[in-house]
């Protein structure tokens, strides 16, 4: 199975902050790679497919970028609403994997 | 709108069974692969299994395999998750989530269902 690993796992950081957070898989996907948003006792939220495409209704602070075997999702510009948890998933292969999670704590 | 609404989850006993449910409307629910996906407490998310369109094809992660069994019945646009042999592992929130047409991401999900093993 390919295995996702995030970095970091927690992150602080304030309102207005540009934020970054890694995945790398640990074989090529291609470009295969897909981020969500999770918040407490709520169920996940598709932000980005396909590493860059922004799921319809996403704000556009949110993106996405790589290939092959490291990948960024970055927010330009942290607001209130986006502290949360958030995971990668690879959709190269019928045996779908999760990152562990990246979890954005307010400063 | 989209709405997945599961049911079934529970307290269940190391070795029981349990059969999921999850009520879709808002969407031609035959016209799209489904899925279950679950999240132990206080863990990450992790992909339990697919089901296509007609159910033709079927895909497990490989701690479930031959314990699990993924089913639908589109007529009454309804996903199920049999569930045998239960662990104490096997104890997470199960979501049903559908897949996108774009590929094999989750667009929409439902609220979950817990599901406890434990004696």
């Known amino acids: 199975d390919i295995q996702m690993t995030q970095s970091p796992s927690t992150l602080s950081a304030s309102v207005g902050d540009r934020v970054t957070i890694t995945c790398r898989a640990s074989q090529s996907i291609s470009s295969w790679l897909a981020w969500y948003q999770q918040k407490p006792g709520k169920a996940p939220k598709l932000l980005i497919y396909?590493?860059?495409r922004l799921e319809s209704g996403v704000p556009s602070r949110f993106s996405g970028s790589g290939s092959g075997t490291e990948f960024t999702l970055t927010i330009s510009s942290l607001q209130p609403d986006d502290f949360a948890t958030y995971y990668c998933q690879q959709h190269n292969s019928y045996s779908l994997t999760f990152g562990g999670g990246t979890k954005v704590e307010i400063k | 709108e989209v709405q997945l609404v599961e049911s079934g989850g529970g307290l269940v006993q190391p070795g029981g069974s349990l059969t999921l449910s999850c009520a879709a409307s808002?969407?031609?629910?035959?016209?799209?692969?489904m899925s279950w996906v679950r999240q132990a407490p206080g863990k990450g998310l992790e992909w339990v299994a697919n089901i296509k369109q007609d159910g033709s094809e079927k895909y497990y992660v490989d701690s479930v395999k031959g314990r699990f069994t993924i089913s639908r019945d589109n007529a009454k646009n309804s996903l199920y998750l049999q569930m045998n042999s239960l662990r104490a592992e096997d104890t997470a929130v199960y979501y049903c989530a559908r897949r996108s047409a774009a590929g094999t991401v989750f667009d929409h999900w439902g609220q979950g269902t817990l599901v406890t093993v434990s004696s």
């Open positions: 396909r590493a860059s």
């Open positions: 808002g969407f031609t629910f035959s016209s799209y692969w």
